[in-house]
């Protein structure tokens, strides 16, 4: 067991930007979850995947938020036309199975200038 | 559907119990507590699934009554270690998405 792993740990970026991150979950898990974080908050609930599906998709999220999980295997999250209000801790976590534990990544922490 | 956490912030000295409440307005399916310490993700602690069942972890315990939407999560003896911010996740009204509270911070002085 890796545990979850995001890529990168960091990303400064300026505001007009497309930006992608990408999480690779534990290998057994079927189920991928993306949270955003700010300072002081919990983590805001984004999107989950069961295998390569999408299967909830949170309605704050605006369309340049989109996320892909190709095979079941690792997910990529993609913001497009980065704006200052995006700046914030990505957090990628995964499960077993429905109601089973989440093991979260160490986040990527975005910078939008 | 966020859940409210209360209270938003503990301080205890070492030794001292501390509880911490998570309410629902919506019926819940169950109810996750994690712990996350400065700069670090949060860490799994329990689940409680419907059914008012109680858990336990150590010194840490959680109670979830699903007829009041709430659950507590009970911290006895508490030493430095459980310092961090708690959060509950919840999972219910027809979403099988984790929402979470806006935290519980807990700081343990010596």
């Known amino acids: 067991d890796t545990g979850v792993s995001q890529d990168p740990r960091h990303k400064i970026t300026k505001r007009g930007q497309n930006v992608t991150f990408r999480c690779d979950p534990i290998?057994?898990?079927?189920?991928l979850y993306w949270y955003r974080q700010t300072l002081g908050q919990g983590p805001e609930f984004l999107t989950y995947f069961q295998n390569e599906a999408q299967l909830e998709k949170s309605r704050l999220l605006s369309d340049r938020f989109s996320a892909e999980r190709p095979k079941g295997s690792f997910s990529t999250l993609e913001i497009q036309r980065t704006e200052q209000g995006d700046s914030a801790m990505y957090l990628c976590?995964?499960?077993?199975?429905?109601?089973?534990?989440?093991?979260f990544g160490n986040g990527t922490r975005l910078t939008v200038t | 559907q966020q859940p409210v956490q209360s209270p938003q912030a503990v301080i205890l000295r070492e030794g001292e119990d501390a509880v911490i409440n998570c309410s629902s307005s919506k019926a819940l399916y169950s109810v996750h507590w994690y712990r996350q310490k400065h700069g670090e993700a949060p860490v799994f602690l329990m689940i409680?699934?419907?059914?008012?069942e109680q858990k336990g972890h150590d010194k840490i315990s959680a109670s979830f009554n699903e007829k009041k939407q709430q659950s507590s999560l009970y911290l006895t003896a508490s030493q430095l270690s459980y310092s961090g911010t708690y959060f509950c996740g919840t999972e219910g009204g027809g979403s099988e998405k984790l929402v979470f509270g806006k935290g519980t911070k807990l700081t343990v002085n010596p």
């Open positions: 409680l699934l419907k059914g008012g």
């Open positions: 290998s057994e898990h079927n189920r």
């Open positions: 976590a995964s499960s077993l199975i429905y109601n089973s534990p989440l093991h």
